[in-house]
C-alpha cells in the first residue's frame, strides 16, 4: 500500500534515548508505519539527507487556551519543533465560564499572562460556557498542532461561586458543585486540574486570584476527585515568596499527592528573589522525598532564564516616570527623534534616580515591566545574540563612559530592534543545567502564549538544542530529544506520541543539528485587534509533521491543519 510520506536518508533520533541510526520514516494515516529502508511509494517524499529526523516535541506548560481562537498555527512554539502542547496551566482557564463574566475572566488573564484583553474580546468566538462546550470549541478550530487542556481551578471557582471566589472560603454546597464539574470535565477528556497558589498571580484589582483563596481542604477534594477516578494531573503554580512559606507549601503539596495518589507537577526555579529563598536543590531534594515516600512529583524546568524583555517597542523599565509615559505615547519616529535631543536625554536619564528602589519581594516578569524598581544594571543585558552570552548594561556603561541609561537609549536608537533582558529566576546555566539533569524533571516550562510582551518562553526546545547539547555538550543529541519529546509524552499520559517508531503518531520534526537554533526576538502587532507580542522564531528546522501532514516547511506555515484535541485518558465517550 503507498505510503502518504516519506522521509528519505535522515538521521533517526527515535526519542527513546538509544543511539541515531540512519534510516527512512514512512507514514501513512497519520501514523508512522515504517522505519528502516523503505521502499515502497509514497505520495510525497522529503529528502532529509545530513537532518536528524524525531519525534516532535511536546510542551506541557503553556498557556494558548486563547490564542487557539484565532492563530491556527500554534506559535510561538511550532516554530521549534513543538507538535503538541498542553493549555490551562497554574489555574487560568477560559472555561467554564458564564456568559456574564467573560470580559472578567479576559481581564485577568491580561492582569496575569498579559493577554491583551481587546485581543481576547475581538478574536475568540465565545461560544462555550461549561468545559466540555469548551474542548469541542477547541476541536472544532483548525489547529496545525495537537492540544490538550486542564481544567482551572480560578476560572471553576468564578463558576461556582461567582465574585464570592476572590475571598471566600468554599461552603460544603460550593465544594459539591466544583467536585462534580472536576469530574465532568476529566470524564469529558482534561488532561487534568490546575491551580495556583503563586503570589505573583494577582487579579487586575491586585487582589490574590481565586485558587489563592481556596484552603487546602479543597484542594485536597478537587484533586481527590481525580484520584477516585483515577486520572488527571494535578498541576499547580507554587508558592515562591520564599523560605518557610515555599517549604510549607511543598509539605502539604507532598500530603496532596500522597494522598490522591494522582502525578502532582509544579515548577522549579532557582531565585535569589523574595525573602530567605530557598537553595534551588530544596526542590530537587524534595522531588527525591516525595519518590522514596511513594507520590508521583515531577519539577517543570525551563531550559534558561526565565526573563523580563525589555524593548523600544514594548517595554522599557523607565515606562512608568512622568516624563517617560508621555513621550512613551508618541508613535515610534517621533519618541527617537525626541531620544536623539540631548536636552530631553538629560531629562529622561534624570528621572530615572525616582525610581522605586530595589526591595525583597518576589517580582514576576509581568510586574517587572508593569511596576518596576529601579533597575539592576548588573542583572539587565542588550541582548547581542542567543548564545546566552550578553553584556550587562552594567558592564557598557563602564565601558563607555556612559550613565546606563543614556546606553539604552543608544542602543535603542541604534537598532529600534534591540531587546534588553532581566532574568527574573534560574539566572545562571549552571542552576538550570542542575535541574535539567535531575531524573524527576521535565524540560517542559515555556508559558507559551503568555506574557505575550514580557517573556519569551516559546524557545525553550531549539535553546536546548543549540545552547545544551551543541554549544555546552552537556546532553546528546539523544538524550535531548529523549527529555523534549517521549519524557513529557510519558509524563502526561500521551502513549502514541513522543517516540519514533512503527505504530505511534507521526507528530516530527526534521532538523540541521549543526544550525538550529532560536532567532532573536522581535515585538509584532500581529494579535487581533493589532495588539503588540514578542515574536521568536528559529533557524535550522527543515519541516514540522503533525499527524502525518507537513506544517512548517523553513519555518513557512504550509496552511495544512491537521492538528487534534487531546484528550485525557480518563475520557469517556
Ligand atoms: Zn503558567
Not at 519581594?361 to 548564545?387: C, H, I, S, W
Request: glycine fraction near 10%.
Amino acid at each position: 500500500m503507498a505510503l502518504d510520506l516519506l522521509i528519505k536518508n535522515g538521521t533517526i533520533v527515535d526519542g527513546s534515548g538509544a543511539p541515531r541510526h540512519r534510516g527512512d520514516v514512512g507514514v501513512r494515516d497519520g501514523r508512522i508505519v515504517e522505519v528502516g529502508r523503505v521502499d515502497s511509494v509514497a505520495e510525497r517524499t522529503i529528502d532529509a539527507d545530513g537532518l536528524i529526523v524525531a519525534p516532535g516535541f511536546v510542551d506541557g506548560h503553556t498557556h494558548m487556551d486563547a490564542q487557539v481562537a484565532w492563530d491556527p498555527i500554534g506559535s510561538c512554539s511550532c516554530w521549534h519543533g513543538v507538535t503538541t502542547v498542553v493549555m490551562g496551566n497554574c489555574g487560568f482557564a477560559l472555561a467554564p465560564c458564564k456568559p456574564e463574566e467573560r470580559e472578567w475572566f479576559a481581564r485577568c488573564l491580561t492582569a496575569v499572562e498579559d493577554i491583551p484583553t481587546e485581543s481576547m474580546m475581538s478574536g475568540i468566538d465565545w461560544t462555550w460556557e461549561t468545559f466540555p462546550e469548551y474542548l469541542a470549541h477547541v476541536e472544532r478550530m483548525p489547529k496545525a498542532i495537537n492540544y490538550g487542556a486542564y481544567i482551572g481551578h480560578s476560572a471553576l471557582r468564578m463558576y461556582v461561586m461567582g465574585k464570592r471566589a476572590l475571598d471566600q472560603t468554599a461552603t460544603p454546597d460550593d465544594l459539591r458543585r466544583m467536585e462534580a464539574a472536576v469530574e465532568e470535565a476529566i470524564r469529558a477528556g482534561a488532561m487534568g486540574f490546575s491551580s495556583s497558589r503563586s503570589t505573583t498571580h494577582v487579579t487586575p484589582d491586585n487582589t490574590p486570584v481565586p485558587s489563592r483563596i481556596a484552603d487546602w481542604t479543597e484542594v485536597d477534594r478537587l484533586v481527590g476527585v481525580m484520584g477516585r477516578l483515577g486520572s488527571g494531573i494535578f498541576q499547580v503554580g507554587p508558592d515562591i515568596s520564599g523560605g518557610a512559606a515555599q517549604r510549607a507549601f511543598l509539605a502539604r503539596l507532598k500530603r496532596v499527592a500522597l494522598e490522591s495518589g494522582r502525578p502532582v507537577m509544579f515548577g522549579t526555579i532557582a531565585s535569589r528573589q523574595g525573602e530567605d529563598p530557598n537553595p534551588w536543590t530544596y526542590q530537587l531534594d524534595y522531588l527525591d522525598e516525595c519518590a522514596a515516600a511513594g507520590a508521583t512529583v515531577w519539577g517543570q524546568s525551563g531550559t534558561r532564564s526565565i526573563n523580563a524583555i525589555f524593548s523600544l517597542k514594548s517595554y522599557l523599565p523607565f515606562d512608568v516616570l512622568p516624563a517617560w509615559r508621555e513621550l512613551r505615547r508618541l508613535p515610534l519616529a517621533e519618541q527617537k527623534a525626541r531620544l536623539a535631543d540631548p536636552a530631553t536625554r538629560k531629562v529622561l536619564v534624570a528621572e530615572e534616580a525616582r525610581m522605586k528602589p530595589r526591595d525583597n519581594v518576589f517580582q514576576g516578569g509581568g510586574a517587572a515591566t508593569t511596576d518596576p524598581r529601579r533597575p539592576d544594571y548588573d542583572n539587565l543585558y542588550a541582548m547581542k545574540d542567543v548564545e546566552w552570552n550578553d553584556p550587562t548594561v552594567a558592564e557598557l556603561a563602564a565601558a563607555r563612559g556612559q550613565h546606563p541609561v543614556e546606553v539604552m537609549i543608544d542602543l535603542s536608537l541604534a537598532n529600534d530592534n534591540q531587546v534588553y533582558v532581566q532574568p527574573i529566576v534560574n539566572e545562571r546555566p549552571e542552576q538550570i543545567l542542575g535541574m535539567l539533569r535531575h531524573p524527576r524533571t521535565l524540560a517542559t516550562f515555556s508559558d507559551s502564549g503568555a506574557h505575550v510582551c514580557q517573556e519569551m518562553g516559546s524557545s525553550l526546545q531549539t535553546h536546548m538544542l543549540s545552547y545544551w547539547v551543541r554549544a555546552r555538550q552537556a546532553f546528546t543529541l539523544e538524550q535531548a530529544v529523549r527529555k523534549l519529546a517521549h519524557d513529557n509524552a510519558a509524563a502526561w499520559g500521551l502513549a502514541d506520541r513522543g517516540v519514533l517508531q512503527p505504530g505511534y503518531r507521526a507528530d516530527l520534526v526534521v532538523f540541521d543539528a549543526e544550525r538550529v537554533r532560536p532567532a532573536m526576538p522581535t515585538v509584532e502587532a500581529d494579535l487581533p485587534g493589532g495588539a503588540r507580542r514578542l515574536v521568536q522564531k528559529a533557524e535550522g528546522i527543515a519541516a514540522t509533521i503533525v499527524n502525518g501532514e507537513v506544517t512548517l516547511e523553513h519555518g513557512q506555515p504550509t496552511g495544512r491543519r491537521p492538528g487534534v484535541l487531546l484528550r485525557g485518558p480518563g475520557h469517556r465517550a
